[in-house]
């Protein structure tokens, strides 16, 4: 694809999973990739794979490391770390603050640092791996559904606000992936995600397909349109419907 091609792209989240497989799908289509996980054995793994940079560490402070690795540039950047996070309201404050770092102000640090060379040069690209749970929801999973919404909500202000500057952004928004993230789960996951589960590869499939055409929402599962539709259309039938998922997870959990 030469709309990446000699790109210089980072990926966070990198050593396993989707992060994995876009890592190794940029790195294919010819960009300049740095892989970045919290693991340095796994980030060094990935990296060798595909002849890539391995910058280690923690996704909310990576870019300038990361930047740097790459001669100064970021053309493409996938904040596609995240923590799965689950729990009900009662969870511990540590664990709603750990979800609020990953999975939304690890975005924002990015683009504080990204956004004025890209606006100053009239071009970038900013890649968020959301998950359907931004914008429908996910059972037993407070923290997680919370922040997957913020996560959406920025990257949908950060392309309303920049587009006509340049700045290409896309939300990932997949159901249930075969990853370790869809095992975290547990039970929730595998009543309402494993059913429908599909690769980390078709993931990277669908951002490609949406890059070609330049589309802000990217579904991997193309149903999740018609629930987004559904909640939209009618928010009493739509909540009325997880809350008898709720309940069935509930019964079966006894």
């Not at 309201?89 to 990204?114: F, I, P, Q």
């Not at 995600?193 to 599962?221: C, K, M, N, Y």
């Not at 193309?222 to 008898?244: F, I, K, S």
Request: net charge negative.
């Amino acid at each position: 694809m030469s709309t990446v091609q000699g790109a210089n792209v980072v990926v966070t989240g990198a050593g396993g999973g989707i992060g994995a497989a876009l890592a190794r799908r940029f790195a294919a289509e010819g960009a300049r990739v740095v892989v970045n996980d919290i693991d340095p054995g796994r980030t060094k793994a990935i990296a060798d794979e595909i002849g890539a940079l391995a910058v280690p560490g923690d996704a909310s402070a990576v870019v300038e490391e990361a930047r740097e690795a790459l001669g100064g540039t970021v053309d493409v950047y996938c904040a596609n770390a995240g923590l799965a996070s689950p729990g009900d309201a009662l969870a511990d404050e540590g664990v709603w603050a750990s979800a609020w770092d990953v999975n939304v102000m690890a975005h924002v640090r990015a683009v504080r640092t990204l956004l004025p060379g890209w606006l100053e040069r009239g071009s970038g690209r900013f890649v968020s791996t959301v998950s359907a749970a931004g914008l429908l929801t996910m059972i037993g999973a407070a923290p997680y559904s919370v922040t997957k919404h913020g996560a959406l909500a920025f990257a949908e202000w950060l392309s309303l606000t920049y587009r006509h500057r340049g700045l290409k952004v896309h939300a990932i928004c997949p159901q249930g992936v075969r990853t370790d993230m869809l095992t975290a789960a547990g039970s929730a996951g595998e009543l309402v995600l494993a059913p429908s589960a599909i690769e980390p590869e078709d993931v990277a499939d669908a951002l490609f397909d949406g890059i070609e055409t330049d589309r802000f929402l990217i579904l991997p599962h193309p149903e999740v349109a018609g629930y987004h539709q559904a909640r939209a259309d009618d928010p009493e039938r739509w909540l009325g419907t997880m809350n008898h998922i709720q309940q069935k997870w509930e019964g079966a959990a006894r």
